[in-house]
């Protein structure tokens, strides 16, 4: 594992330790930083809440039904204990167009801050959420670092192997150096055209 996902995972451990309420994590790769949250939270709960305002089980991705965002940090508000919960928010966009839901999240981590049973940690995973000034006091940002070269290496790998390319290793590393740098969807899309 490179130095940047190590750094990564103890950013995002620290800060979970630290009772920071809300991290933000800047990423596209949904699928890669489930996978990573899964391994690092195994034994805690999981919600995730989609932008289509349905709620999921993280782990079992199965579905709690469909909860306006507001309605939904308003019950999680009104719950006086919270065992130790995580709840992701992927794309939130309606947390920047809603003044009800800033303020249900401000006094969740208010309230995650200063009673003692009252453990839930939220993670905003999006690549383009801007953070309302209103909740800047409590919201910690996270880059999730996009695959270092053997990671790439290997999607190449794969993908040559999957379409039955014959690329020589000096073509596949050539390939891999110029993807350095883009998060895993980008590379898939490139590879694809």
């Not at 991705?61 to 992701?88: C, M, P, R, Y």
């Not at 999240?105 to 839930?120: D, G, R």
Request: no cysteine.
């Amino acid at each position: 594992m490179s130095t940047q996902k190590l750094n990564f995972n103890f950013n995002l451990l620290s800060f979970f330790e630290a009772n920071i309420p809300i991290i933000y994590i800047q990423t596209n790769d949904f699928y890669n930083l489930d996978n990573l949250i899964n391994k690092l939270f195994p034994d805690i709960e999981i919600l995730e809440y989609l932008p289509d305002n349905e709620l999921l089980d993280f782990k079992t991705k199965k579905s709690f039904g469909k909860i306006k965002l507001q309605n939904f940090l308003k019950l999680i508000l009104d719950n006086q204990n919270i065992a130790e919960t995580i709840v992701i928010l992927k794309d939130p966009f309606q947390i920047n167009e809603n003044n009800i839901s800033q303020f249900y999240l401000k006094n969740i981590a208010l309230k995650k801050l200063y009673q003692e049973k009252y453990n839930i940690t939220f993670f905003i995973v999006s690549n383009s959420f801007k953070i309302p000034v209103n909740l800047k006091e409590f919201i910690s940002p996270l880059q999730f670092s996009p695959p270092d070269f053997y990671e790439i290496l290997e999607l190449v790998n794969k993908f040559q192997s999957t379409l039955f390319l014959n690329l020589d290793q000096t073509e596949i590393k050539a390939i891999a150096t110029s993807l350095q740098g883009l998060e895993r969807l980008e590379i898939l899309k490139k590879l694809i055209y």
